[in-house]
Structures are given as structure tokens and as C-alpha cells.
């Protein structure tokens, strides 16, 4: 089989994971990459086939030490087709604990091929001026490795027929670390009415379509993921997290997560 396409497939609120994907994509280097993008609600309920003379990037954030479930809701209609995949979680320098397992799972009962893992970091969806967890990540030297492993898988793959290639191992456990049960009031963002123009622009990255704009902003906070994209986009300020649970892990992350870690990637290997 040739691989002739690279397809990106993400989720990714505040687009760290999509940086990296495009980043390894470079360094695959057949061309533009094709992107289907997971994040907006638009994709709920549709399927997507890939074809099997591409090399898919699948990439999600970590949340509590898995996946988003939007993700693996919408990862799961995904067709691989025997596609070969990279496989990519991008979490908040805390810890990514069983998401790239579990990625590895949806990816082969979707029918990919996993040839390689990794788990990079990004800044954190809760990380403030005042509270800064992994800022500026992913960095220039985090970048540069990932289009490295890129050009390294692509080796790989000019020398090994895909059925040749040793299977994929990745840290994680079974049974996955259990979700954090919903509570009734989960935390949302809210919008300081004076700084608000109106403007729509949280609306139109919400992943789960929580945020209304009219005569005012109006959240459905049982929707809210507490991704942080309304936030980050805000061009005034006036979307704030200041729910005391996030503020409370966000002071205890900034406390015990501040140290940097560093990329981690896998490649199979004979086991
Ligand atoms: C609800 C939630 C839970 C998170 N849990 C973790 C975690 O368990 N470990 C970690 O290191 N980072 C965690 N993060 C941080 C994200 O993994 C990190 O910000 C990532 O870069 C987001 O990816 P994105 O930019 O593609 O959305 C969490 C973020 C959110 C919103
Ligand atoms: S992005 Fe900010 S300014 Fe624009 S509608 Fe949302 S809260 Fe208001
Ligand atoms: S309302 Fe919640 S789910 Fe939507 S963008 Fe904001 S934090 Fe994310």
C-alpha cells in the first residue's frame, strides 16, 4: 500500500492538540495535510471513512486523565478503513494516565492501524495570568520534536511494510480511571454583562454548542466541558472561569504541576 494522504483528526477546544498534530504532519511531509476537525458541535451524529493510502494523526486533549467523552462520542465515527495512525494526547503538564490507551482502543475499534503514540504537553485550559500552568505550550522545542517524530515515523514507514511493523505499546491501565461523576451544577463560564459586546465569538467555538448570543449570553452550563475555549477567545475579558472548584484545582496545579515535563513518544516494539 502507498501513502499518498496525511489526515489530521482532532478534537481540540483550545487548539493545542491541533498545533501538534500539524506540527508531526510537517514532518511526514507528503504534502497538505487534510484536517477533519472534531471540535464543533456541527459533527455530532455524522461518520466519517478514511481512506486506507492514508496516514491518519489522531489527536484529543486529556481531561481528568482520559478523554474529553465529546471526543470518544465523536472519535467513534470515525472509519479507519486499516488506515495506519499516530495516535496523540495532549494534556496540562499534570499527568495523561490512561487517555492514550484508551485512544489507542477507539483507534483499533474504529479500525486504524496505531503505529505510534505520543503524549505532548499544552498549556493548560485552566491556566491564568495570575495562575500559569505549561504557558506557551506547546514551544518551539516542543514543535520541533514533534515535526522530528513526524520524520521518523515517515522512516519507519519507507523501511516496514505496516503488517511488518512490531505492535504499538502505550502507558495506561485497565480498567481506565473512573470520570469524575456529574455533578448538578457543573462549573461554567460566565460573562460580565459591562465588558460584553456581544460579539458571539464564545458561541462560535463552544465545542458543545452551550453558549447562546442574543440580547445577552446565555450558558447551559449542564453542557459546559469546562474547555476553556470561550474564555481564551473573548476579545474583552468579559468570559471568565471563576467557578471556585476550577479556581481551587487551577491554584492546586500551579502549586504541584509547575515543573516541566517533556514530550513522551512511543514507537512499537517487539514485546
Ligand atoms: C476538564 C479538563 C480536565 C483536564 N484534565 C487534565 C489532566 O488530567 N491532566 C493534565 O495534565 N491536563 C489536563 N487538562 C488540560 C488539557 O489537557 C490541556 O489544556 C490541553 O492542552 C487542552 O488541549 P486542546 O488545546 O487541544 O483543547 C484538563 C483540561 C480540562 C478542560
Ligand atoms: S466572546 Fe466575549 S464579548 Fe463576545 S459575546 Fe462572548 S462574552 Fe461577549
Ligand atoms: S461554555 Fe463550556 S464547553 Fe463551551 S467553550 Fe466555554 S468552557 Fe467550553
Redesign the pocket.
Known amino acids: 500500500m502507498t501513502i499518498c494522504t496525511a489526515q489530521l483528526i482532532?478534537?481540540?477546544?483550545?487548539?493545542?492538540?491541533?498545533r501538534i498534530l500539524t506540527a508531526i504532519a510537517q514532518g511526514i511531509d507528503i504534502g497538505d495535510a487534510i484536517h477533519l476537525d472534531l471540535t464543533p458541535p456541527g459533527v455530532q451524529g455524522r461518520t466519517f471513512e478514511v481512506g486506507n493510502e492514508t496516514i491518519a494523526l489522531l489527536g484529543a486533549?486529556?481531561?481528568?486523565?482520559r478523554l474529553?467523552k465529546t471526543a470518544v462520542e465523536r472519535l467513534y465515527r470515525v472509519r479507519g478503513n486499516g488506515a495506519p495512525a499516530v495516535l496523540v494526547v495532549?494534556?496540562?503538564?499534570?499527568?495523561?494516565?490512561d487517555a492514550l490507551l484508551e485512544l489507542k482502543d477507539i483507534a483499533e475499534a474504529c479500525g486504524f492501524v496505531p503505529i505510534a503514540g505520543a503524549a505532548f504537553i499544552?498549556?493548560?485550559?485552566?491556566s491564568t495570568e495570575a495562575m500559569p500552568i505549561a504557558v506557551g505550550r506547546p514551544d518551539a522545542n516542543d514543535m520541533e520534536k514533534a515535526g522530528a517524530f513526524g520524520q521518523q515515523i515517515w522512516q519507519m514507514l519507507a523501511q516496514t511494510p505496516i503488517d511488518a511493523l512490531p505492535s504499538l505499546h502505550v502507558p495506561g491501565n485497565y480498567p481506565y480511571k473512573d470520570r469524575k461523576p456529574s455533578t448538578e451544577t457543573p462549573p461554567a463560564p460566565i460573562t460580565i454583562a459591562d465588558l460584553c459586546t456581544l460579539c458571539g465569538d464564545c458561541a462560535a467555538v463552544c465545542p458543545t454548542d452551550a453558549i447562546t448570543v442574543g440580547d445577552a449570553v446565555i450558558t447551559q452550563a449542564a453542557a459546559c466541558?469546562?474547555?476553556?475555549?470561550c474564555t481564551r477567545v473573548c476579545p474583552t475579558g468579559a468570559r471568565v472561569m471563576e467557578d471556585p472548584r476550577i479556581l481551587r484545582t487551577a491554584a492546586w496545579l500551579y502549586e504541584n504541576?509547575s515543573a516541566r515535563k517533556e514530550p513522551e513518544l512511543f514507537l512499537g516494539s517487539a514485546q
Open positions: 482532532y478534537f481540540s477546544p483550545t487548539r493545542t492538540t491541533q486533549p486529556v481531561h481528568s486523565g474529553p495532549v494534556y496540562g503538564n499534570r499527568a495523561f494516565e499544552g498549556e493548560h485550559s485552566y466541558i469546562q474547555c476553556c475555549a504541576h
